[in-house]
């Protein structure tokens, strides 16, 4: 499996080992499958309990894995979040966070964790249906919380002073 790994914001102080891949890979209905690899993630990170998924806003405010999915051109994008916990959230963004209509969910994404020592899997199954029309590049981030609160923001590419994981130019990984 090739992951690619993600770097921490240069704002940021992420603890001690903590270190965070991606691999990707299309499923054979032409979904994609995103396995995040969180090293010492149970020695490092306040994760969320595990409970019933479910479409749950501002995930991102803990523990949270994400992708961003955008057509080879024009502005338009697609945020996934995926939490420890089983949950998720969708949402469409017209241009840089210019939130618009989500089209209906049939098949919502299937997450799925597991425990490898002190590092943590999650896997998010995404069915071809969630892929935006035209998808092409792919951002790949991960929110990190620590017990006493503080957040490393993680990314394949920062393209800003602050973190922030929206900025088009952070999209750079080509859809597979």
Not at 33 to 60: G, K
Not at 126 to 152: C, H, W
Not at 163 to 168: G, I, T, V, Y
Request: overall charge negative.
């Amino acid at each position: 499996m090739n992951l690619e790994s993600l770097r921490c914001h240069p704002d940021g102080t992420p603890p001690d080992g903590l270190a965070v891949a991606v691999a990707i890979r299309r499923t054979d209905d032409g979904g994609l499958r995103l396995d995040y690899r969180l090293t010492r993630a149970f020695v490092n990170l306040l994760l969320p309990a595990a409970t019933t998924p479910a479409r749950t806003n501002e995930l991102w405010r803990h523990t949270c894995c994400e992708a961003f999915i955008a057509p080879a051109g024009g502005s338009a994008y697609r945020e996934f979040n995926f939490s420890p916990s089983n949950c998720w959230a969708i949402y469409d963004f017209a241009d840089y966070r210019q939130a618009s209509a989500l089209p209906p969910i049939d098949t919502p994404p299937h997450i799925t964790c597991r425990r490898d020592g002190d590092d943590l899997w999650l896997c998010a199954e995404l069915p071809a249906t969630l892929l935006p029309p035209g998808a092409a590049r792919l951002g790949l981030t991960v929110v990190a919380e620590t017990p006493a609160g503080d957040k490393s923001y993680w990314a394949l590419a920062h393209a800003g002073e602050r973190p922030d994981f929206h900025l088009a130019a952070s999209f750079t990984l080509p859809l597979p």
